[in-house]
């Protein structure tokens, strides 16, 4: 399960997508809408992706978590649009048969995404709106 | 030949639009289109870091030749997650 969405996340059908019977673990990660980012109270965030390279990046990341760390399964599904507070913008659920492998591939899966996934956020605040991009001048990210 | 140029988050508020088409002589790189794209949107100018490039839907350097290359993408650092 790969998928860019616009509704809601519903982390239930990652589970169900990634857990098979060999399996003794299930780690997941929901990155959350946060309520304040650099000092400023935040209203909301809107996201944009590229979807086509977005979605592929994001095939190349599960393939590429899944051989390294030899877990079973892995489901990665990013929402776009407007996001309330509170709201999961991203979840990534790993089916391995120990937990270790399980744990280690989701912490790796969500940080790759957050440097190569060619996705972005605006900041509403009281008081504007702002984009938010990370670190610049670092070329094209690697593919690991 | 020409490219489709897209464009996404700040960028495309600097350029005003999300997507555009470019003719470009034979044989150009990214390096060429991007002086070209800069010319038709002086703003570009001043960006102050050098986006990340996308041909085709894959990352790609600046010196990457754009002949049998149909869309090109100029990306901000990603925020996602």
Redesign the interface.
Known sequence: MIEIVRAPIRVEALIDAVRGDADGAVALFVGTVREHNAGRHVLRLEYQAYDEMALAEMRRLAEATREQFAVSGIAIVHRVGVLEIGEASVAIAVAAAHRGAALDACRHAIDTLKRTVPIWKKESFEGGEVWIEGQAGDGPPDQS | MSVEV?W???LS?TVGRSDERIELAPGSDVSALWAALVARHPALGAL???P???CD?????WDRALDGVDEV?F???????
Do not use: D, K, Q, T
Request: hydrophobic residues 40%.
């Open positions: 897209r996404f988050a700040s508020e102050g870091y050098r990340l490039v996308a839907r894959e990352y790609a350097g993408a990306l901000p650092p990603v925020s996602g997650g």
